[in-house]
């Protein structure tokens, strides 16, 4: 007889503040989803609140665990109050046995003793986004008044690891920080001591009309500043360059690869190494064959096809409208939505080297035309060929030890007997037109757990 259905495996990041921040970062398109809801109190009402939590957790019945995720805009804003809520209603509406994990996006600025000690308390998983030392985090990051973030960033941080809460480390690539890598990363691990680091690349793709508007950044200039949407092929300068993202990513994984494979987690690694095994499906959207099971709901109870694209087009519903959070993911347009991301990969694409790896990367930035005059190119495609082509060989010395029932960290073990043969005076094999000894071959001991 067949066992209970597989439960579905989505994820919902929910806004509870929309798009409202206490910040103001040049390149965070999402404040501008604020014209979206004009008038609204931009606070997560409980009836949403508890249909949310609700629907989420029965839609998850029989998984392993289910995420409760809380995204901004700035989710702190809400006061530690309302997380207390969201865990009320966790103990009422969650099965037997079911595992809830909540995880919470943050600038951290607003982090106090009180917030932390709850999130620590109630096994919280905290994100904090950081763009690098200071200087390189200031460029963008900074508050309404224009002023820098970096103090009250790290503030928030060390409340947190005070407490002891699980958190990890959200890192955008963008013109400011994009090419020093290696030192985006040691500075995360090493200053910061950050053992789960994401990657995201800023890529603000515009039309050349917005793009003057676009490069004053997305922050409040009421009635000046128009609804972000995925449109254009132009980029302002704060987005990243593909060559530029393709060398960042090398750095940071030859770094890795040599010190911390085991000891600290890079999602974009873990995800290409899922590919090197045959998992097309696994590890983040962007570079799965088919996507959709990501999507975002705003304060008021709107869901949308994805954190990308809270547009009108994209929105399926509401949750106080009849259909079901489950329908609404179950839903024709959604299918639509996730399939197109294969349905629309062009031929280049698709006779790619590594396309099993990347997949031709997420729609919203595929606005290149490529070689043979076909749209839809990624805008990254450059720098995701480097990177990809670049970590074949030790992603396969990986992927056979996991075959061979072994862990990933001998990855350590080959890079230390090929550096035993390196001269140290060569150039350093990540690209830099630096000597080994001075790049990738300097700081701790390579082969040494950290
Ligand atoms: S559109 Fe992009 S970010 Fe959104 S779910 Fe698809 S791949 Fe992921
Ligand atoms: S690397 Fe470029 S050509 Fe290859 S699949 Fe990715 S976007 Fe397409």
């Not at 809830?100 to 308390?121: G, H, K, P, R």
């Not at 500043?225 to 300068?237: A, K, N």
């Not at 992927?399 to 001998?410: M, P, V």
Request: hydrophobic share 40%.
């Amino acid at each position: 007889m067949a066992g209970p259905p597989a439960p579905r495996a989505f994820h919902v990041m929910s806004k509870p503040t929309g798009a409202i921040c206490n910040l103001d970062c040049d390149y965070c398109f999402f404040l501008s989803k604020e014209s979206l809801y004009p008038g609204s109190s931009f606070r997560m009402a409980d009836d949403v609140l508890r249909a949310y939590v609700a629907q989420l957790l029965a839609a998850h019945r029989g998984a392993d665990e289910v995420v409760v995720a809380f995204q901004g805009g700035e989710p702190t804003l809400m006061g530690t109050g309302f997380f207390r809520r969201v865990v009320e209603l966790e103990r009422q509406l969650a099965a037997p046995g079911q595992r809830v994990l909540n995880t919470v996006q943050t600038n951290a600025t607003l982090v106090d003793d009180e917030m932390a000690a709850f999130f620590a308390e109630n096994g919280f998983l905290v994100g904090v986004s950081i763009d690098g030392p200071r200087e390189m985090h200031d460029a963008y990051r900074v508050d309404k008044g224009g002023k820098p973030t970096y103090d009250r960033v790290v503030q928030g941080l060390r409340t947190l690891q005070r407490h002891r809460v699980d958190w990890n480390a959200l890192t955008t690539i963008n013109a400011a920080n994009a090419d020093h890598g290696l030192e985006v990363y040691r500075f995360l691990r090493d200053e910061l001591g950050a053992q789960y680091i994401q990657l995201i690349p800023i890529v603000e793709r515009v039309t050349p009309e917005l793009l003057p508007l676009a490069e004053a950044g997305w922050g409040a200039r009421a009635g000046e500043r128009p609804l972000y949407q995925q449109s254009g092929d132009v980029v302002t300068s704060r987005s990243v360059g593909a060559e530029q993202y393709g060398q960042f990513l090398v750095e940071v994984f030859e770094e890795w690869a040599r010190r911390d494979v085991g000891d600290v987690f890079v999602p974009f690694f873990d995800t290409a190494l899922a590919h090197w095994l045959g998992m097309h499906q696994a590890g983040a959207c962007v570079h799965a064959q088919v996507c959709g099971e990501a999507l975002a709901l705003e304060h008021n109870g709107d869901l949308y096809s994805c954190d990308h694209y809270v547009e009108p087009a994209h929105r399926l519903g509401n949750l106080a409208e009849g259909r079901t959070l489950l329908e609404m993911v179950d839903s024709p347009q959604q299918k639509a939505f996730g399939r197109a991301k294969l349905d629309t990969l062009p031929q280049y694409c698709r006779a790619c080297d590594v396309r099993f790896a990347c997949n031709g990367g997420c729609p919203k930035d595929r606005f290149l035309t490529t070689p043979d005059g076909e749209p839809g190119l990624h805008y990254l495609c450059a720098g995701y060929q480097r990177f990809f082509r670049h970590v074949d060989q030790p992603m396969q010395v990986m992927a056979g030890l996991l075959r061979n029932g072994r862990d990933a960290t001998g990855l350590r073990r080959w890079f230390a007997s090929r550096d035993a043969a390196r001269d140290e005076g060569a150039a350093c094999p990540c690209g830099r037109p630096a000597p080994f000894a001075r790049c990738h071959g300097g700081g701790p001991r390579p082969g040494a757990a950290p």
